[in-house]
T-cell receptor, first 112, second 113 residues
Framework: KNQVEQSPQSLIILEGKNCTLQ??????????LRWYKQDTGRGPVSLTI?????NTKSNGRYTATLDADTKQSSLHITASQLSDSASYIC???????????FGGGTRLMVKP | DTAVSQTPKYLVTQMGNDKSIKCEQN?????MYWYKQDSKKFLKIMFS???????INETVPNRFSPKSPDKAHLNLHINSLELGDSAVYFC????????????FGEGSRLTVL
């Protein structure tokens, strides 16, 4: 069964600190892995998309890594800001990107 | 400028009523989706349309009927609303092939009393 598991479920950090969110998946065959940010009351917005051959991809202060061998990904947030408070959702695509499996998300709260 | 727009943003209604949520995308994408996000924040695919044709129809009660008049629109009609239908419904679109990045609307929060 295709599954995407994220950890931790929730996280509280102080402004300016770094953090790392984890994503493990069992989706097969693998096509690509995406990280989305969902602000409260808004729709998810794409941060990164990585294919099999990509190990790391950055989008500003967000850096995603992918280990396709161990089927793990991480999202590292550097120098966190209050606006980073949101849910971060890991999504894995199979079958050439047509079938998506969503993780349950990590809820991040950045405090001043 | 809104890429994927859905209306209404909030909808409060009584059990047993029929309601519709509309969605439009101006990105020129050929695939549109409806997702349901429950109270635990899991996003679950309900329907997927490619060029106005139904591609994915997950296990959803037949009280839910999607309608795609053209590839830029995908509306969701719900008959005989039940308490368990309360959720946030997201419309999304993508271009088929490649990475097929998803673009989501802002969501429609449905509350059934």
């Amino acid at each position: 069964k295709n599954q995407v598991e994220q950890s931790p479920q929730s996280l509280i950090i102080l402004e300016g600190k770094n953090c790392t969110l984890q994503c493990n998946y069992t989706v097969s065959p693998f096509s690509n892995l995406r990280w989305y940010k969902q602000d409260t009351g808004r729709g998810p917005v794409s941060l990164t998309i990585m294919t099999f051959s990509e190990n790391t991809k950055s989008n500003g202060r967000y850096t995603a890594t992918l280990d396709a061998d161990t089927k793990q990904s991480s999202l590292h947030i550097t120098a966190s800001q209050l606006s980073d408070s949101a849910s971060y959702i890991c999504v894995v695509a199979n079958n050439a990107g047509n079938m998506l499996t969503f993780g349950g998300g990590t809820r991040l709260m950045v405090k001043p | 400028d809104t890429a994927v727009s859905q209306t209404p943003k909030y909808l409060v209604t009584q059990m047993g009523n029929d309601k519709s949520i509309k969605c439009e995308q101006n990105l020129g994408h050929d695939t549109m989706y409806w997702y349901k996000q429950d109270s635990k924040k899991f996003l679950k695919i309900m329907f997927s349309y490619n060029n106005k044709e139904l591609i994915i129809n997950e296990t959803v009660p037949n009280r839910f009927s999607p309608k795609s008049p053209d590839k830029a629109h995908l509306n969701l009609h719900i008959n005989s609303l039940e308490l368990g239908d309360s959720a946030v419904y997201f419309c999304a679109s993508s271009q088929s092939g490649g990475t097929g990045e998803l673009f989501f609307g802002e969501g429609s929060r449905l509350t059934v009393l």
